[in-house]
């Protein structure tokens, strides 16, 4: 292929080298940056100017900066992106791609149209449908197609938009004209990839953002935002928006979390939300709320495992029933996804003449349906120069025999010309080269029609093959950024909205989250609880003393041994140390053993994982840190749990810093005192009976692992005697690590929950939390000592210890059917596909 | 025929359900040969939720839900219906089924598009080659089209064994075709794949079949059960209902309570159950002469 440099090389003048001078734009495709006599095009002169100031060297600084913002910045950290930018989705890269006021007005008057157009056929698809029944549609675009989804047929959408969100695929063709390859009508992606892109960039290059005059991004997601707004105001007053996720295992759910924070609505799943008497409900601490409008991020099919008879978690069973009585918005409704159909884009044109007595403005990417004689007769003539495509299920498997298959089925293929889209400069590996591009561009109803997106996504790859395969993790993008020949007025929701969303969560908080929390708090203190006792044994092993010197290894391996942490000792005889050492190392690294350390710091990380838009950046970093427990094993025990119990520690700190006392931090709060009061309880209940036996060290070790032995040492000044011990680990209230404390926390907590009605009578868990505080006051510890190796009086301590943990079992599971019942675990349905037909 | 038709569904849980929602399509539809005297709905508990539809395809769909904790459902369908003879057309005077599908292509008439919905893959009916060299042995070079619809349900009845323990409410037709026995939902699905593999329109038609008691026998109240078979559009005839479980033309006794792409268009109860445990399903059919 005859390949032309960006820039000429023998340029007069000979000045100094450009960064682009050795990047070749291939012939026969348009070439973003330079026009053909190797000047940059008006609109890239400062930008060019720039690149070429800044240098490799702080190009490559500033690329490995971008990479790192997008990560840290915005709502929330996503822990599946590799830190080096691998499997991230779009990943950022800093050279922006300017379009001038007259190319993007162009650009915007034909979206506009494309958007309406799209709205009127899905409009008149799922009414009347009179383009069927007067052939302007093929019947087989209806009948034959997956996206057609028959349950949603007659459902008027109560807003009265069949799309309120659109976003399109356009690539600049060699001869400068702007095509659309795809259009996204289901649920569009890349919103909030587009916005983070603009935050970050705006930032690493204030100057250049300051000075060229660049159409802002925030007045469309204020558009966006008033339009939901309004639709639903005309129902209710300040209606309840959420923003409807597949959850944290969805690979850009980043996207969704910085959507959530930006525009204010709650972040929710299938599961938050329920149907009842028609209606759509977020299962929140406090009850039910309705809710008026879903910002739907999930696909149509999933959206309603009832009406689709589909076994998905993500959906809500019901949902199209709501839909259909026209109490609830959804943007976009379920069905949208019909303006996807490869195809259609085929008949826009005669469609648009037809229904809105226009010409499209926007050209399509040239392609034939193989369901119209002349597409077929191409498909097989040309079956190597063309690309063949299925025309309405874009996931349908191809037949290895394409040619048979298009034979038996015409109307399921298409055949495009190959695609040439643009290219754009692009820093990668230490210089530039030219890579091919496509835009995403966005639309949004509004009162007045739709409203485009001044920016969106250039979405680049190393070819076009690969751009066309459209994996977003192997995709780069640009921020795009329209000129304006207007001063551009400062704006930025980043400030507002934020606060409005934060005002609103603190208030109440979906059960599921609250939920997560709880666990979190659990497992946090669990693992804080078994490192604490881990630690204690392998420091007295790596004593210069030989362990059957030292007296209270024996009562410490005990206490694993009642936590299932270790196997039990058998019925006779014991371990070997070899043995021994196998089971500690088992204790820490092996992961299928549930009562493990490094089983436990999982489970920390997955339910930190569900709440993660709720951590701040910094908690997420240091959640991140466990990771690295078990990189290492062949290093000193001691040391990693040293490392971890650090980690662990700055994660409260930050926690009870970051999270202020909001009901989120209350859960997870309660979660820890649970845990620790469950924790402290089996501690000396096992430990009682063989504390005495083994001289004072039990003791001291006893509180070794209650990490109590400052306070002990500055309340007491004693030698450690049974009483004295008890009495701090069990009944000090000013110690954060008694039985009482933790008692007097929950009894603190739950005052503070949320309750429906208005209080007149404590609650079931208010009672409960009283009951067991002032049980533990009225504790009386007199009479207890060691005497003769064993403790004595000891039993009522155990019988008392007994009753405590049965009660504190007996409120947590109070709590959770209080607050939390409302949440089960997964699958909380199943779907009746009904009897068979004898 | 006057029937009256009491079919009870009946749902047991191990655990309390707190919400059940589900769809019903159990109101028979009015027909040509069929016409609806009178349908009532019975439900314990009461749903507190209960919606009323014409579906996509004209059929009476019900939606309701129970949204109190609840350990057993039922409900019940009770219809009165009168029923006209079968359809009598002249096979061997219909269109060739070449020419049938050349016009379902075309669809010129309102009919017609209508019909060709019916041609299509469905989510419970795809097509494979194995299906489509079974349908062409009763389809050969311009055989008329209804001829070769009574040849496949002959086919099918004698070549496949009834058998309950063959199948399930989702199995495959690929499967039924294998294994060569399955139950009437199975016989229709895999008439209807012929058909449509073909280039033919064809519906599955759910419903019910009187039962006759062996003769000197009494009838035994609830014995009966739903049905399923295949209506086949025939150009310019209309479309003709096609028994394949009993080889005949659907009669008098074929109760048609609604019609749909397959299976899953019109099952004739579904849902979705939060919670609830283990369930277990009674289902009671009675079609009673009356009259």
Known sequence: MNTAPFTDPHRPGNGPASLFDRVVCPDGVYCEAFAGCGQPRAQWQSIVAAVNAAGPELLGQRQERVKRMRHEDGATYNPFDAPDGRGTPWALEQIPLPLTVREWSRLETGLIQRARLLEQILADVYGPQDLLKTGRLPSQLVFANPHFLHTCHGVRPSSGRYLTLYAADLYRGPDGN??????????????????????????????????????????????????LTQRSALRREDPNIVLLSPGPDSPIYFEQALLSRYLGYPLVEGQDLTVRNGRVFLKKLAGLEPVDTIFRHISDQQSDPFALR??????????????????????????????????????????????????LLLENHPAWWCGHAEGERRARVQLNQLIIAPALDRSAPFDSDLLAAIHSAPFAFMAWEPVRPSTVPVWENGRIHARPALLRVFACATE????????????????????????????????????????????????????????????????????????????????????????????????????????ELEFLLNLLRAGHTIPALPEEGGYSSQELEAQLFAALYQEDRPESVIAILKRVQDAARNVRDRLSRDSWRV???????????????????????????????????????????????????????????SLIREGLPRVCAVSQNALEALLEVSDSIMTYRARYRTAFQLAPVLDLLLLDESNPKSLAFQFSQLSAHVEDLPRQNE???????????????????????TGLACSSGSAENGEPLNTFLETMEARLLEFAQQVSAHYLSRVTATPHFSVRLGEREP | MKYRITHTTAYQYSEPASLSQNELFLTPRATARQQVLQTELVFDPQPQYLHRRIDYFDNIAHVFMVQQPHKALSLTAVSTVRTGRAQDPDAASTLPWETAVQRLRAHLQPEELDASQFVFPSPMILFNPAILDYARVSFPPGRPVLEGGLDLMGRIFTEFAYDKSASTVDTPVAQVLATR???????????????????????????????????GKPKLVGADASHAWVALYVPDEGWVDLDPTNNVLAGESHVTLAWGRDYSDVAPVKGVVMGGGVHTLSVEVDVARVG
């Open chain 1, 448 to 551: 007045e029609g739709f409203a485009i997106m001044p920016g969106g996504l250039a979405i680049t790859a190393a070819d076009t093959e690969a751009l066309l395969a459209g994996v977003p993790e192997r995709l780069h993008s640009k921020d795009i950024w329209v000129l304006s020949d207007q001063p551009v007025e400062p704006f930025s929701m980043l400030g507002g909205l934020h606060a409005v969303a934060e005002v609103r969560r603190s208030s109440d908080l979906p059960s599921r989250v609250a939920d997560h929390l709880l666990w979190l708090g659990r497992y946090l203190e669990r693992a804080e609880g078994l490192i604490r006792l881990l630690r204690s044994v392998f420091r007295r092993l790596s004593s210069e003393a030989r362990p059957e010197d030292i007296p």
């Open chain 1, 759 to 781: 209080r007149r009578f404590a609650s079931a868990e208010e009672r409960m939390s009283l009951a067991m505080l002032t049980a533990i006051r009225l504790l009386d510890l």
């Open chain 1, 178 to 227: 702007f095509r659309v390859l795809r259009d996204y009508s289901a649920s569009p992606v890349g919103l909030g990839y587009a916005l983070e892109n603009r935050i970050v960039i705006s930032r690493m290059f204030p100057e250049l953002y300051q000075r060229t005059q660049i159409r802002r991004l925030a007045p469309f997601f204020q558009t966006l935002h008033t339009g």
């Open chain 2, 181 to 215: 026995r399955g139950v009437c939902q199975d016989f229709s699905h895999l008439a209807i794949a012929c058909l449509r593999s073909l280039g033919l329109a064809a519906r599955y038609v759910s419903g019910y079949l009187e039962t006759l008691p062996p003769p």
């Open chain 1, 310 to 359: 589909r076994e998905t978690a993500a959906g809500v069973a019901g949902l199209i029933q709501v839909a259909r009585e026209q109490n609830i918005d959804i943007a976009n409704p379920i069905g949208a996804g019909f303006a996807e159909t490869p195809v259609l884009p085929v008949f826009l044109p005669e469609l648009c003449r037809s229904l809105m007595g226009e010409d």
């Open chain 1, 623 to 681: 959640i991140n840190r466990l990771e690295e427990f078990g990189d290492n094993p062949a290093a000193d025990p001691q040391d990693q749990l040293d490392n971890t119990l650090f980690t662990l520690s700055a994660f409260s700190g930050l926690a009870m810093e970051g999270m202020t006392r909001s009901l989120g931090w209350r859960f997870m709060d309660m979660g820890r005192r649970i845990e620790r009061g469950l924790h402290q309880i």
